[in-house]
């Protein structure tokens, strides 16, 4: 039998920014179908990891594979969906919710009109995300929460086999954390994988499979799946509740004045 394929193999991943190495020799992989967090203090490395894996971050040394394919040779960038940090849906440009998450077909369908099948996963996805009813009104019209619906509904739209999220629930009100959540657990049960940074577990903690401890740039610790969310929720009843509520206060919360901070 065929061992499964891995969406994302990065191995002794090292990058730089500002002349600072940021990651020391980072080992991950995410396997298809599989959902895995990366955990850590704000400056561990978390979303510069993310950057490396779609190429906003050149490695300094290391390899990444992405479906197999070293990353130099990777082309079928269909197959992968990015949902950057929380920033403004439409980047300021006046536009529909409709239109924005029609952007992500464009890997699909190149230059050409929105055909049946675009537009029937652009609707799929705006249904997901819950915000059909608002896919003719203006992005700058939306909520924080429902700007970040829409940057996943774009990335959703894409169908990916890969989806990558730096902090989607940042900032994002209490229901548009659960919406997210079911929108995600759709797309896992269909085969998606996903790679993840959060800050706080939150609605996202019973979809995780792994979590992976950053810390300084390194891989610090892998959590066990089966008990991510009682550590997460209930730290101080495991055998390791010590240890466990110093990793979640340490790398699950954050408070408003650091998000400025975050890298």
């Given at each position: 039998?065929?061992?499964?394929?891995?969406?994302?193999?990065?191995?002794?991943?090292t990058a730089a920014l500002g002349g600072r190495m940021v990651l020391r020799g980072i080992d991950l992989a995410v396997a298809r179908g599989e959902v895995v967090a990366l955990l850590g203090a704000n400056g561990s490395g978390k979303s510069t990891a993310i950057r490396a894996v779609v190429g906003q971050v050149p490695l300094a040394g290391g390899d990444l594979d992405l479906f197999g394919?070293?990353?130099?040779?990777?082309?079928?960038?269909?197959?992968?969906?990015?949902?950057?940090?929380?920033?403004?849906?439409?980047?300021g440009v006046p536009a529909t919710v409709r239109e924005v998450v029609s952007a992500g077909r464009?890997?699909?369908r190149g230059l050409r009109p929105l055909g049946r099948s675009d537009k029937a996963a652009v609707e799929r996805s705006l249904e997901l995300v819950g915000l059909a009813d608002r896919a003719k009104d203006s992005v700058n019209a939306l909520s924080g929460g429902q700007h970040q619906r829409v940057l996943i509904a774009r990335a959703l739209?894409?169908?990916p086999d890969l989806l990558i999220m730096d902090e989607?629930?940042?900032?994002?009100?209490?229901?548009?954390q659960d919406v997210l959540a079911a929108a995600l657990h759709e797309r896992v049960s269909d085969g998606t994988?996903?790679?993840?940074?959060?800050?706080?577990?939150?609605?996202?903690?019973?979809?995780?499979?792994r979590a992976v401890l950053l810390r300084d740039g390194l891989v610090e610790s892998v959590t066990h799946p089966e008990r991510l969310h009682d550590l997460a929720c209930h730290p101080h009843d495991t055998p390791d509740a010590e240890a466990a509520a110093s990793t979640i206060e340490a790398g699950l919360t954050v408070s408003e004045a650091d998000t400025g901070a975050r890298r």
């Amino acid at each position: 039998m065929a061992a499964p394929e891995t969406a994302i193999s990065l191995r002794a991943a090292t990058a730089a920014l500002g002349g600072r190495m940021v990651l020391r020799g980072i080992d991950l992989a995410v396997a298809r179908g599989e959902v895995v967090a990366l955990l850590g203090a704000n400056g561990s490395g978390k979303s510069t990891a993310i950057r490396a894996v779609v190429g906003q971050v050149p490695l300094a040394g290391g390899d990444l594979d992405l479906f197999g394919t070293p990353f130099a040779r990777f082309r079928d960038w269909r197959r992968v969906g990015y949902v950057p940090q929380r920033s403004t849906a439409a980047g300021g440009v006046p536009a529909t919710v409709r239109e924005v998450v029609s952007a992500g077909r464009l890997a699909h369908r190149g230059l050409r009109p929105l055909g049946r099948s675009d537009k029937a996963a652009v609707e799929r996805s705006l249904e997901l995300v819950g915000l059909a009813d608002r896919a003719k009104d203006s992005v700058n019209a939306l909520s924080g929460g429902q700007h970040q619906r829409v940057l996943i509904a774009r990335a959703l739209a894409g169908e990916p086999d890969l989806l990558i999220m730096d902090e989607p629930l940042a900032g994002v009100d209490l229901g548009s954390q659960d919406v997210l959540a079911a929108a995600l657990h759709e797309r896992v049960s269909d085969g998606t994988s996903v790679l993840l940074v959060l800050h706080e577990l939150g609605p996202f903690a019973p979809l995780i499979d792994r979590a992976v401890l950053l810390r300084d740039g390194l891989v610090e610790s892998v959590t066990h799946p089966e008990r991510l969310h009682d550590l997460a929720c209930h730290p101080h009843d495991t055998p390791d509740a010590e240890a466990a509520a110093s990793t979640i206060e340490a790398g699950l919360t954050v408070s408003e004045a650091d998000t400025g901070a975050r890298r």
